[in-house]
């Protein structure tokens, strides 16, 4: 079970980035997208099951969108309006039974 993440960068503030990451393995019950900035603890920025149901943390909701693609075992997070706090490594995620895999990570730079 594979995950492999892409799509992090530099952005200025207000920018807009998606992020996209491929599963290999198991179709996964729920992916996710968790964050981890300097200094602080990896969190929760996003979370999909397999039928599109949808979890947002409260500091990203309204300007992050995350959505799958379940023949393609792909998750996406398209990230609007970012600040300079959504600066961080970003790492996917997919569970499904007992498999938890993640994503190597990708940073997002949001700075001007």
């Known amino acids: 079970v594979q995950l492999q993440a892409f799509g992090g960068g530099l952005v200025q503030p207000g920018g807009s980035l998606r992020l996209s990451c491929a599963g290999t393995?198991?179709?996964?019950?729920?992916m996710a997208w968790y964050r981890q900035a300097p200094g602080k603890q990896r969190e929760l920025v996003a979370d999909v099951t397999w039928n599109g149901v949808t979890n947002y943390a409260d500091s990203v909701k309204g300007r992050f969108t995350i959505s799958r693609d379940n023949t393609k075992n792909t998750v996406y997070l398209q990230m609007n309006s970012l600040k300079p706090d959504d600066t961080a490594v970003y790492y996917c995620?997919?569970?499904?039974?007992?498999?938890?895999?993640w994503g190597q990570g990708t940073l997002v730079t949001v700075s001007s």
């Open positions: 393995g198991p179709r996964f019950s729920i």
């Open positions: 995620n997919g569970r499904v039974l007992g498999v938890n895999a």
